[in-house]
């Protein structure tokens, strides 16, 4: 069975900017990753999915139901995970909850319970005074109580700690292994990886490639900040590296494929006072290999 299906789908904002021709297909069980910079599309094609929005042209479905028009049979089987959380100001966490859980119904006790301990929340407070930590979790957790079949999450580990991301990663990991469908955004390849059985990339509205995220992994370039004793032997490198090179001063950064022991032997010629390699932030430089500057 084909979960969710893009055809030929394209949605334009005023500036330009948007989803376009995108086509693709998540069959049942499907872990599936969309990973791209700020302003890619990733939320577009979210919002599509849950029926917020209309394309301009092609179909959006799930399970060969209109978004639109089926938007409420579909929210029955569904959990989402908006990029920005918004719950009524005048109400508490806990409050909130249970009105859901009431409006959907079927949803035990001890499972919420379970779920609350494994996100480690505290919904007892005000909304309108909860940290966005705070925030995020109860959303997160709005999404999965009522055990949904297919989860749609929008970059569902922004606004975390390490402890709250590796906790929302363990528990999408958990409902993958039970065979769930899961469309996940993010723009941090390492949270993909550990998620989904397969990744797309997506720039300026459009999806350049789809590849395994074990594969992914092999085409990724891992990038180093390297600090020289001096400017001349940050130059002089820089010019014997000559590709994927930036020079900033006494400082270089690499970008390379693959393992970085050419680097290491090319780099004992020099005085070397600082190396720090695979920084997070840096999967800019992956994502630009794929179609362009970023900027």
């Known amino acids: 069975m084909i979960d969710i299906t893009f055809s030929h789908t394209s949605k334009v ?15 049942q069980g499907e872990s599936f990753g969309l990973l791209g910079p ?17 394309p301009d042209e092609g179909e959006v479905n799930i399970r060969g139901m209109d978004c639109v028009k089926r938007h409420h049979d579909i929210m029955k089987f569904v959990g989402f995970v908006p990029k920005d959380a918004r719950l009524p100001k ?16 079927s949803v035990g006790r001890s499972h919420m319970q379970q779920l609350m301990e494994k996100l480690d929340i505290n919904p007892l407070g005000d909304w309108a005074y909860m940290s966005l930590e705070s925030k995020r979790k109860v959303v997160i957790f709005l999404a999965f109580m009522h055990g949904p079949e297919i989860l749609l999450l929008d970059d569902p ?40 059985d397969r990744v797309g990339i997506i720039r300026e509205g459009r999806l350049v490639t789809v590849q395994s995220a074990k594969s992914l992994q092999y085409t990724r370039q891992k990038v180093y900040h390297i600090t020289f004793e001096s400017i001349d032997q ?18 270089v950064i690499v970008a390379i494929p693959g393992s970085p022991q050419v680097l290491l032997s ?23 290999s794929f179609g362009g500057d970023l900027i």
Not at 13 to 27: E, N, T
Not at 266 to 288: C, H, I, P, Q, W
């Open 13 to 27: 904002y005023d500036d330009d900017k948007g989803l376009f021709d995108l086509s693709m297909q998540l069959p």
């Open 38 to 54: 700020t302003g890619a599309g990733k939320s577009t094609a979210l919002s599509l999915l849950m029926g917020f929005i209309r």
């Open 90 to 105: 005048r109400t508490t966490g806990d409050e909130f909850i249970r009105l859901m859980a009431k409006a959907r119904g």
């Open 157 to 196: 580990c922004a606004g975390l700690d390490a402890n709250g991301r590796n906790a929302v990663l363990d528990l999408i990991d958990e409902q993958r292994k039970k065979g769930k469908t899961i469309l996940m955004t993010s723009h941090v390849f390492e949270e993909v990886q550990r998620s989904c």
């Open 234 to 251: 940050a130059s002089a490198f820089s010019q014997e590296w000559e590709t994927g090179v930036e020079l900033l001063r006494n400082r």
């Open 266 to 288: 090319t780099l004992s010629k020099y005085t070397v006072l600082d190396l720090v390699g695979g920084r997070e932030e840096m999967d800019a430089n992956f994502l630009r």
